[in-house]
């Protein structure tokens, strides 16, 4: 138990670095992505491979008309799921390229195709997932992609 809290702490010290928004007073750590079509590429926040019980593999499930993205834990590997790498806190990165997904999420959310776009996520454990509501998205900046 304490290794696991000292592992969390660690994670907690490193969860902006890597891309994840943590508040450790509270033990809380909210999951998050990037996108950027741009460069074509989808960031996966640690904080959201976490929420989701660190599973081996995920897919997505967009909702055009409620402008959603969700991030869904997978137990084996299906068609259209991506192998998640296995955690490194020195150099963890989780990024997927799928220009056809993200020009149909800039295409439905009517974004700046120059902007990078950070969400926040809620995890619904009960159906494995963490939701993102893209009506939400922040504006980042180049150098925090």
């Not at 079509?37 to 989701?52: D, N, P």
């Not at 081996?56 to 991506?82: D, G, W």
Request: net charge positive.
């Amino acid at each position: 138990m304490q290794n696991l809290q000292q592992e969390n702490r660690q994670r907690g010290k490193s969860a902006l670095k890597m891309g994840g928004i943590s508040v450790q007073e509270h033990n809380i750590v909210i999951p998050g992505i990037s996108l950027c079509q741009k460069w074509g590429k989808i960031r996966i926040f640690h904080s959201t491979i976490v929420a989701l019980g660190e599973p081996k593999y995920i897919r997505f499930l967009f909702n055009p008309e409620k402008r959603t993205l969700a991030v869904q834990s997978v137990s084996r590997k299906e068609a259209e799921c991506f192998r998640v790498p296995k955690y490194n806190p020195e150099n963890w990165e989780f990024k997927i390229s799928s220009v056809p997904m993200l020009r149909m999420i800039w295409k439905t959310c009517e974004w700046d195709t120059e902007k990078t776009y950070r969400l926040t996520g809620i995890c619904h454990s009960e159906y494995n997932l963490v939701e993102f509501d893209m009506k939400q998205a922040t504006v980042q900046t180049a150098d925090e992609f």
